[in-house]
């Protein structure tokens, strides 16, 4: 049966012709000012930025590299520009309960002539209060309350003295400042041995005199301290209506240019008040064992002062802030403690942003995975976005793992949109799991992976080169280079008439082209520097290859690629590491004997088939009963296995490959071990597209090359592969010079007459199929075992 099912050279690779590119050098071209082929994801950011309502914040999703970010920055810098621009955000000390700071929003730019404005009021009083209690003035009134007070001392010890006086007793005043009184003689104080030469009646009399006088003394005294706190509250009173009008003057300024933000004016009235109490730390600045030095830094001035966590004075539009660590304190802010003589002390200036902060009243970007891997951050932001204000509570708090005092920072008004970029596995993941997720993320954008091969897009793709190369400060490419480029964007994707938008990996090629471009010292890239960057990248991987292939030739793995056995065939797969993929002759064997219909998956009974791979083995068994036993049972029982593979097989590629070697050992006629198949299929025996297809054929091929073309060798794909074929240009060539064969086929039967080389054969109206063909022998033996278990279930029916 001739299927004509060989490819031709043609079939195998879609280059991009130079002709449809109208330039000699990406030099030539217009920068982009966006992405290509991203209009759906385009309109989404669109949409979600400047949709109105809780919740709608974006999801931006698409595998790492394929300029997400990009994307979404370059939008929202030119979509900002026409929003209000973000304000000031600050804290404040508050007077009345220091452990709840105050809030203070300003317009842009405002905080940082706020922080100006109070520093040089702080300054004026640094220099005028002193003065203001050292001119003649504040001097005069002060002489003035000490001479009353003076003249009443003076008064009151006189009246004093006189009744002493009278009273033949003398007032003496002690070294210590105390008062005492003793019996005088011709103006003196007596001493004791003189008083005792009195007579005893005069002595009495003298100490009577001397105790009445006592109690006239603390009369005094107290008349005395009463008038000096009369003193004192003066000169209070004094010193108050001086620093008021010092103060009132500088708190004036502030509050007049400042006249509409009302917290403001709280504040500033609530600071005059403060400042009173602090008088002397302004006007005895030089003492020692003062609170504060003559700075505006010092702990205790810095009270006065705003803490300005967010300033946008320099910010164009809303403020857009990226945050590639968000740790629960970097995205919500803290509250930072200070050593100080062995405990840690906070206070209201020690409150830091964070990354939430800066983006108010804007626009948020997050790595999503990034968030997630950080403790505490994705609850935080959750947090955040529900009740629409921002607390500084921290971890330790939240969970009780410390028991210290902090502040409570009045909490800040939150309006913003958060952009969380990640792939589409995380974001179903977070739709399935977290049933919070879909409340605030209600936009989604997602991105595309692959656009059409049409020359439109050939040339907007070299535009894209050219903006990166610009960019990236690259050389520029020749126009063979750009077709090479595009050639290799759609192998990577395994699609001859699409090609890749992955950015990342576009600008790693770049990268490395024009590495090789200046090793040969020009000055523009050229064709063969591309394919020298991807030959380069692959040489830097594939050890593990060459091993492979290294065991093949040597005869460690077993693989034959001449000559034809019963039961076994060459299966293509693919093995992955990391990045780098390459594909591999398997040898695959069946073997079948009498039995119940039982095919044995021995990949599976050991664990180390996946279940895409048991699901074709049911599926091919499905097609063995529907195909040779439909009124019948299969009286069958059969094992397969890829020989000398130890690690996990998974996926149904190899399905096509399986039923071809169960079928040979069915019927008992060899295969051809020159042909290796790849392809899956479904139960009626139709053969379906699979992936790798690329790699898998390179990967045959290098191993025929190295254990030496005949010409017979070839590889056998789904025909609805053929589209995917981006072959290199080893791998073509010899197909053009019939050294090596590639066929299509969309029939299992296709595949057992390339491999058997003879008729499969199909039903005639009696029933049966043509002698001497495939099929003719696989009913043969199914047959006999049919009779075999007719046989016994006869006997067993006698007995």
């Not at 057992?752 to 043509?770: F, K, M, R, T, W």
């Amino acid at each position: 049966m001739n299927f004509n099912t060989q490819l031709h050279p043609d079939s195998l690779y879609q280059h991009c012709s130079s002709e449809q590119l109208n330039f000699k050098t990406t030099a030539e071209l217009q920068s982009l000012s966006t992405m290509i082929g991203q209009s759906r994801a385009l309109d989404s950011i669109d949409f979600g930025v400047n949709i109105e309502g809780n919740g709608y914040n974006l999801f931006v999703m698409g595998d790492t590299g394929s300029g997400k970010y990009t994307l979404a920055k370059r939008f929202l810098d030119e979509h900002v520009q026409l929003r209000p621009h973000g304000n000031d955000w600050g804290y404040l000390h508050n007077f009345t309960d220091p452990q709840k700071p105050w809030f203070l929003e300003l317009p842009t730019g405002l905080g940082s002539q706020l922080i100006h404005d109070i520093e040089k009021a702080i300054h004026h009083l640094l220099e005028e209060l002193p003065h203001a209690f050292d001119d003649e003035y504040y001097r005069g009134r002060m002489r003035s309350i000490d001479e009353s007070s003076r003249k009443h001392r003076v008064r009151l010890f006189g009246i004093l003295q006189l009744e002493a006086d009278r009273k033949g007793i003398v007032l003496l005043r002690m070294q210590d400042g105390t008062y005492a009184f003793a019996a005088q003689r011709n103006g003196e104080a007596m001493t004791a041995d003189e008083f005792e030469q009195l007579p005893v009646d005069q002595q009495e009399k003298t100490e009577d005199a001397i105790a009445t006088l006592h109690e006239d003394l603390q009369h005094t005294l107290l008349e005395l301290r009463e008038w000096e706190r009369d003193n004192q509250t003066k000169v209070k009173a004094l010193d108050d209506e001086v620093a008021t009008e010092v103060i009132s003057r500088q708190i004036n300024k502030l509050k007049n240019a400042y006249p509409k933000i009302e917290r403001l004016q709280l504040y500033f009235d609530a600071m005059q008040k403060d400042l009173l109490n602090y008088v002397d730390a302004f006007v005895k600045p030089d003492d020692e064992d003062d609170e504060v030095s003559h700075t505006v830094d010092s702990p205790l001035l810095k009270r006065y002062q705003v803490n300005l966590i967010v300033n946008n004075a320099d910010a164009i539009g809303a403020p857009v802030v990226y945050e590639n660590f968000p740790s629960h304190q970097s995205l919500l802010g803290s509250v930072e403690n200070m050593a100080m003589m062995g405990t840690l002390i906070t206070d209201f200036s020690l409150i830091k942003a964070g990354a939430i902060h800066r983006a108010n009243g804007g626009y948020l970007i997050l790595d999503a995975e990034q968030l997630l891997m950080q403790p505490y951050s994705w609850e935080g932001l959750k947090r955040a976005l529900h009740s629409k204000e921002l607390r500084f509570d921290s971890v330790e708090q939240m969970y009780s793992l410390v028991a210290t005092v902090s502040l409570e920072p009045e909490p800040i008004p939150l309006d913003l949109k958060v952009i969380l970029l990640g792939d589409r596995h995380l974001y179903y993941e977070l739709y399935e799991h977290d049933p919070e997720f879909a409340e605030l993320f209600k936009v989604v954008a997602d991105f595309e992976d692959q656009m059409e091969r049409t020359a439109d897009n050939h040339l907007l793709y070299a535009r894209l080169i050219a903006s990166t190369v610009q960019k990236e400060g690259l050389l520029h490419l020749g126009k063979e280079a750009v077709a090479k480029m595009i050639e290799h964007a759609a192998r990577s994707v395994e699609e001859k008439s699409k090609m890749s938008l992955h950015l990342g990996s576009m600008t790693d090629l770049l990268r490395e082209s024009t590495y090789w471009a200046r090793k040969q010292q020009v000055s523009v890239v050229a064709r063969q520097h591309v394919t020298q960057a991807l030959k380069s990248r692959e040489q830097r991987v594939d050890r593990i290859r060459g091993q492979l292939i290294d065991h093949i030739e040597r005869n460690i793995t077993r693989i034959k690629v001449t000559g034809a056995y019963v039961g076994e065939v060459n299966a293509l797969t693919v093995l992955g590491i990391g990045e780098y993929s390459f594909g591999q002759p398997s040898r695959l064997t069946a073997n079948c004997r009498f039995g119940d219909g039982d095919i044995i998956d021995i990949e599976r009974e050991v664990e180390l088939g996946g279940d895409i791979h048991s699901k074709g083995v049911l599926i091919m068994s499905g097609y063995l009963g529907s195909t040779y036993a439909k009124d019948q049972p299969l009286s069958m029982s059969a094992s397969l296995v890829f020989e000398q593979s130890y690690g996990e097989v998974d996926g149904d590629s190899a399905t096509a490959a399986e039923l071809c070697a169960l079928l040979s050992a069915i019927a008992e006629l060899p295969l051809k071990q020159s042909l290796a198949i790849t392809g899956s299929m479904n139960q009626h025996g139709e053969v379906q597209a699979i992936g790798g297809v690329n790699e898998k054929i390179e990967g045959f091929f290098d191993v025929c090359v190295k254990l030496g073309l005949t010409g017979d060798q070839g590889v056998i794909i789904p025909l609805s592969n053929v589209q995917h074929l981006m072959l290199r240009q080893d791998v073509i060539d010899a197909v053009a010079e019939n050294k090596f064969q590639i066929h299509a086929i969309d029939a299992i039967d296709q595949a057992l007459a390339l491999l058997s080389g003879i008729d499969v054969g199909q039903l005639d109206e009696q029933g049966q199929y043509p002698e001497g063909s495939f099929n003719a022998a696989i009913a043969k033996r199914l047959q006999l075992w049919i009779d075999v278990h007719k046989h016994e279930k006869e006997s067993a029916d006698e007995d």
